[in-house]
């Protein structure tokens, strides 16, 4: 009897380690995380460290991608693609997205056939809103609210 139990505990465990394996793996490989800049000239390093070469300086409510973790600090990816270093306190969880085009058209409703309200360029960051089909409401901090195509934004 004992050894049937042992036996039944070891699958068990077993059975339990790989699911909490298949659960770290799929979530890491389906949800990335994504952060936002808490303050206006911080500094994007090129590894983990406050004395690191700064590549970059980003803005309050910057888009980014977190990539690794590593104590304090977090390597994170921008729209463009650029890699380095952020002290991580200085992210939070706000969610923002950035234009990542020329010259984006921002639509009074979610499609092509709805009047164009304003035009936001490359560079731009919004609020996200609500989502139709492939279309975000977004707003800016300057009043301007209106959908564009989710493929002119990142993420």
Same mark, same amino acid.
């Given at each position: 009897?004992?050894k049937?139990?042992?036996?039944?505990?070891?699958?068990? !465990?077993?059975? *339990?380690?790989?699911?909490?394996?298949?659960?770290?793996?799929?979530?890491?490989?389906?949800?990335?995380?994504?952060?936002?800049?808490?303050?206006?000239?911080?500094?994007?390093?090129?590894?983990?460290?406050?004395?690191?070469?700064?590549?970059?300086?980003?803005?309050?409510?910057?888009?980014?991608?977190?990539?690794?973790? #590593? %104590?304090?600090?977090?390597?994170?990816?921008d729209?463009?693609?650029?890699?380095?270093?952020?002290?991580?306190?200085? !992210?939070?969880?706000? %969610?923002?997205?950035?234009?990542?085009?020329? %010259?984006?058209? /921002?639509?009074?409703?979610?499609?092509?056939?709805?009047?164009?309200?304003?035009?936001? *360029?490359?560079?731009?960051v919004?609020?996200?809103? #609500?989502t139709?089909?492939?279309?975000?409401?977004?707003? &800016?901090?300057?009043?301007? #609210?209106?959908?564009v &195509?989710?493929? !002119? /934004?990142?993420?």
């Open positions: 009897m004992m049937k139990v042992k036996t039944l505990q070891k699958r068990l !465990l077993a059975c *339990l380690g790989i699911s909490l394996l298949t659960f770290v793996f799929s979530t890491n490989a389906v949800g990335a995380e994504y952060a936002s800049v808490s303050k206006d000239g911080i500094n994007i390093r090129s590894g983990p460290d406050a004395n690191a070469e700064v590549y970059w300086e980003v803005f309050k409510d910057f888009p980014l991608k977190v990539l690794q973790r #590593k %104590k304090e600090w977090a390597k994170v990816e729209f463009e693609g650029d890699t380095g270093w952020i002290y991580a306190p200085l !992210l939070n969880a706000k %969610k923002t997205v950035i234009i990542k085009v020329k %010259k984006a058209n /921002i639509r009074v409703g979610p499609g092509d056939n709805y009047e164009i309200v304003a035009s936001a *360029l490359y560079g731009v919004f609020n996200p809103g #609500k139709d089909g492939d279309w975000v409401e977004i707003s &800016h901090a300057d009043g301007t #609210k209106g959908w &195509h989710k493929s !002119l /934004i990142w993420p």
